[in-house]
């Protein structure tokens, strides 16, 4: 079966830093590209990057704010991709997910992990 598990969310302090993992299993790894995706209280679920196993078919969401704190990597070894947050904010408050998709192109992810609950307070 394929199982995508997601895990490193916590409370942390606004500037404070995280990494999330996402845990990846019952297919190929390097044949899928990972996506991660939050969902805030009351609003609807972002993409924050995509990692496609090289740089060029590894992007992150137009947001600047994300772009400029978030970092997508992985481990193929390992079967994970990792999520590194710095500089927390307030509004980074959500549950993280993973996605999995046949490749950095596709249109919609076939595979979705069960969601790590990221806090952040002041």
């Known amino acids: 079966d394929v199982q995508l598990q997601a895990s490193g969310g916590g409370l942390v302090q606004t500037g404070g830093s995280l990494r999330l993992s996402c845990v990846a299993s019952?297919?190929?790894?390097?044949?899928?590209?990972i996506g991660w995706f939050r969902q805030a209280p009351g609003k609807e679920r972002e993409l924050i990057a995509c990692?496609?196993?090289?740089?060029?078919?590894?992007?992150?969401s137009d947001s600047d704010s994300v772009k400029a704190r978030f970092t997508v990597s992985g481990d193929s070894a390992k079967y994970t991709v990792y999520l590194r947050m710095n500089s927390l904010k307030l509004e980074d408050t959500a549950v993280y997910y993973c996605?999995?998709?046949?490749?950095?192109?596709?249109?919609?992810?076939?595979?979705w992990g069960q969601g790590t609950l990221v806090t952040v307070s002041s």
């Open positions: 019952g297919f190929t790894f390097d044949d899928y590209a």
């Open positions: 996605a999995a998709k046949k490749s950095p192109q596709a249109p919609t992810y076939a595979y």
């Open positions: 990692f496609g196993h090289s740089v060029e078919d590894t992007y992150y």
